[in-house]
């Protein structure tokens, strides 16, 4: 069983930057792989980020190249995603969620084969 909750969403300016944690309950968190999703209100949700287990590799969507970054510190069973340059576009619920089945990188893994989600947080970026 793993139990996430995510935290540091919020409303910032265009250009800004926030900082989302994911903090992690449970044993198994350091051999999961973890994703970062969102969801825009009336679109599907989608893939933003991917790191696998051990933290040395990570994907991530062409949307946010060069703007987000995800890491993690399993000593703290936490992981982040760092965004910068926000964009109106990226206006969403942000979620993480945890793969127990796959925890490589090579494969991005949709939703559905996640084990586990967080309750989400917003993120809003005004224009």
């Known amino acids: 069983q793993v139990q996430l909750v995510e935290s540091g969403g919020g409303l910032v300016q265009a250009g800004g930057s926030l900082r989302l944690s994911c903090a992690a309950s449970?044993?198994?968190?350091?051999?999961?792989?973890m994703g970062w999703f969102r969801q825009a209100p009336g679109k599907e949700r989608e893939f933003v980020a991917r790191i696998g287990w051990s933290g040395e590799r990570t994907r991530l969507a062409d949307s946010v190249k060069g703007r987000f970054g995800i890491s993690r510190d399993n000593a703290k069973n936490t992981v982040y995603l760092q965004m910068n340059s926000l964009q109106p576009e990226d206006t969403a619920v942000y979620y993480c969620a945890a793969d127990t089945v796959y925890t490589g990188t090579y494969y991005v893994r949709l939703p559905n084969d996640y084990s586990y989600w967080g309750q989400g947080t917003q993120v809003t970026v005004s224009s």
């Open positions: 449970g044993r198994s968190f350091s051999s999961a792989a």
